[in-house]
């Protein structure tokens, strides 16, 4: 799984790195099948449950799920690109939220206190610990910080399949599974600028916020050892 995370990884460093004002969300899914050709890799999400794109591209409202199309990025809009690679036989799953162009500094707080939350519930993920570590680790940074999290969609285990158990809620809602040696946990916040609650958009699959605040999105694949979670993707 470290291979498939490290091709996940420069993959998706490269995509954050062509979103920019001007240009269309399917050019950025065309980028990133382009990439995947060249590696010789798979895309994870191409085709699950019926999902038709490589890559999910979600703009400012929309919190996860996107579908990549004729949209415009704009000035100022935030992106959040969710990617999963899946490579000899083991899936990684990464995401993260960059702004295209300027953005406002409440923005960009968004977008630091998310990632930030993540780092939180990374450094919770220690064998001996429970997932709830992990869930109120993300929690009491964002909320503290004034922003809300989304309780409707959770990380999860990730390796043979995209989805497996445990489920990595982002709130806390009890102890949760016993986090033990060996475990691979795809960890991600979604945290929205107003409340939590969302709603799912005409095509069945977007997510967006209920209210219409923004939302950011961070995620990393990380494998719980004897010491210090080991970050995948």
């Not at 460093?13 to 969300?25: A, D, F, I």
């Not at 400012?60 to 415009?72: A, K, L, S, Y």
């Not at 107003?194 to 209920?210: E, M």
């Not at 209210?211 to 719980?224: C, N």
Request: glycine share 12%; with cysteine; proline share 5%.
């Amino acid at each position: 799984m470290r291979e498939c995370g490290s091709i996940l990884s420069e993959m998706l460093w490269q995509l954050k790195n062509e979103v920019r004002p001007g240009v269309r969300t399917r050019e950025l899914n065309e980028f990133v099948e382009e990439e995947m050709r060249r590696r010789g890799v798979v895309a994870s999400f191409k085709g699950y449950g019926g999902y038709p794109a490589s890559v999910c591209v979600s703009i400012n409202d929309e919190i996860v799920h996107g579908i990549p199309g004729p949209r415009t990025v704009r000035e100022g809009d935030i992106v959040s690109l969710d990617l999963g690679v899946f490579v000899h036989g083991f899936h990684t799953d990464a995401a993260l939220t960059v702004p295209a162009g300027k953005s406002a500094s409440e923005v960009q707080r968004l977008l630091r206190v998310t990632e930030e939350g993540l780092n939180r519930g990374i450094g919770a993920a220690r064998a001996g610990n429970h997932v709830g570590d992990i869930s109120l680790a993300i929690q009491k940074h964002v909320e503290a910080s004034g922003f809300s999290i989304v309780r409707e969609y959770t990380g999860h285990g990730v390796g043979r399949e995209l989805h497996e158990e445990p489920q990595i809620p982002n709130f806390m809602c009890g102890k949760g599974p016993l986090l033990r040696t060996g475990m691979v946990l795809a960890i991600e916040p979604m945290v929205n600028m107003g409340g939590w609650k969302t709603r799912v958009a005409p095509d069945k699959w977007t997510v967006l916020t209920a209210d219409g605040s923004l939302s950011a999105h961070f995620e990393h694949t990380i494998a719980v050892t004897d010491g210090d979670p080991e970050v995948l993707a």
